[in-house]
């Protein structure tokens, strides 16, 4: 990619060190309960003589455990004839259904939600993990099908799409590879969408570039400072979690993910602790929970939800009553787009869960299958339309 300016400025809030707050854990607990820390400082960090002194007692009774319990849903373990089990699935779908009154499903709302759409344009904005493709053990397992390829690429024939993931930009491009798209990768910090005059005004530190097959696209970084910070403490992770068993780091260039489902329960904690402590040493860096997965990113005033507002002033539809933005996601981070279009009051936030769920989305869909489901409706319902010459 050939970048035709290097002037890139982050957007940046203070640099508060919310990471204890976030992860709900105090400022006095997480050092190690098996060994001395082995954290020492690097170039881009602070001194690290906040190092704290707690224990795993104070860790599981602040509720942080907890939180990275509720993190996914359980894998349900099916026991033959065992009429407790049964007694439990029944409460859990009649549960279910009781939430889906408050979030209706979007296949059984498909006409309410295109009644809407009527002399609008529709953007969509997908999440990946868990939305397009299935949860699943390993991270670099996390294929999308070929059906789901298929008709996302006919979405976006209709409909301007992007993918809005917490992986790297780069690493959810491999795993999708639809050219016909635009792409936010690291929850949002790193974004590659249409030219635009007018947002190159309003966001001084775009850069106008090329992508691989010589198109013009604007990109955007607002976390650019953060790089080497950031690289420096996905090495500092990977390294003080390596006798962990099943631990997984993922560098995703502006943020790092640290993997614990293939992780013994009991250990847990030891994880938190690790990632904590290496925080202490990096103020403008804090930690938020994702399915099963602790993200470390920098502190600065971005989020899926901005990242979102970004890519519809830039393909146009600034304050524009003219667009029905729709995003499907299924984790927390996807909870600042659901709460931008709330707050907003345009489109359409939908849920990917097969379990209750506090959320700021209208509606919900089970699993990526309902979401293709949905996808295709939309794909066929233009295709009427069209014929019908509308639009
Ligand atoms: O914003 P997303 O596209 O949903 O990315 C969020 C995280 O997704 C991946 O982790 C999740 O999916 C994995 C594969 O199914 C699963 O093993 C893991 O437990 C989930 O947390 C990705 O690996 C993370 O880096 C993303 O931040």
Redesign the pocket.
């Known amino acids: 990619m050939d970048l035709k300016s290097s002037h890139v400025s982050p957007v940046l809030t203070d640099p508060v060190p919310v990471n204890k707050s976030r992860l709900g854990i105090h400022s006095s607990l997480l050092a190690y309960s098996q060994q001395d820390s082995p954290v020492s400082p690097g170039k881009y960090s602070r001194s690290n003589s906040r190092k704290s002194t707690g224990s795993v007692d104070d860790v599981r009774s602040n509720g942080w455990l907890d939180a990275m319990k509720a993190s ?1 849903p359980p894998r349900k373990k099916l026991l033959k004839g065992s009429s407790f089990q049964i007694a439990s699935i029944d409460f859990e779908i009649e549960d279910y259904c009781t939430w889906m009154l408050e979030y209706p499903s979007a296949l059984d709302s498909f006409e309410k939600i295109v009644d809407l759409a009527q002399n609008k344009k529709i953007a969509m904005f997908l ?5 397009l ?7 670099d ?2 294929f999308m099908s070929e059906s789901m390829r298929t008709t996302v690429r006919s979405v976006a024939t209709y409909f301007p799409t992007a993918i ?4 790297s930009r780069d690493k ?1 491009f491999d795993l999708v590879k639809l050219t016909e798209l635009y792409y936010a990768g690291s ?1 949002g910090m790193d974004i590659i969408g249409p030219v635009s005059e007018t947002l190159s005004k309003n966001h001084p530190n775009c850069v106008k570039s090329t992508d691989h097959e010589g198109k013009e696209i604007t990109l955007f970084q607002p976390a650019r400072e953060f790089l080497p910070m950031v690289d420096e403490v996905f090495r500092t992770l990977v390294e003080i979690t390596k006798d962990i068993e099943g631990v997984k780091v ?1 560098n ?1 260039k502006f ?1 790092v ?1 640290v ?1 614990y ?1 293939n992780v013994e329960e009991n250990n847990w904690t030891i994880v938190g602790q690790r990632v904590h402590d290496v925080l202490q040493n990096y103020p403008r860096l804090c930690s938020t929970h ?4 602790l ?1 470390v990113r920098p502190v600065i005033d971005w989020n899926k939800g901005k990242a979102v507002e970004f890519l519809l002033e830039s393909l146009g539809f600034n304050d524009s009553d003219g667009v029905l933005p729709i995003y499907i ?3 927390k ?2 909870e600042d787009a659901f709460k931008v279009l709330r707050e907003s009051n345009r489109g359409y936030g939908i849920l990917v869960s097969s379990v209750r769920k506090e959320s700021n989305a209208c509606y919900s869909l089970r699993d990526p299958n309902e979401v293709m489901k949905f996808l295709q409706l939309l794909v066929n319902w233009k295709r009427q339309e069209r014929k019908h010459g509308k639009m």
Request: glycine content about 10%; some cysteine; charged content about 35%.
């Open positions: 996914s999440d990946y993990d868990g939305t493709s299935p949860i699943v053990d390993d991270p397992c996390a809005i993931s917490g992986r959810v929850h993922e995703h943020c993910s993997h489902r994702g399915r099963k997965v993200e996601g299924d984790d981070t996807d």
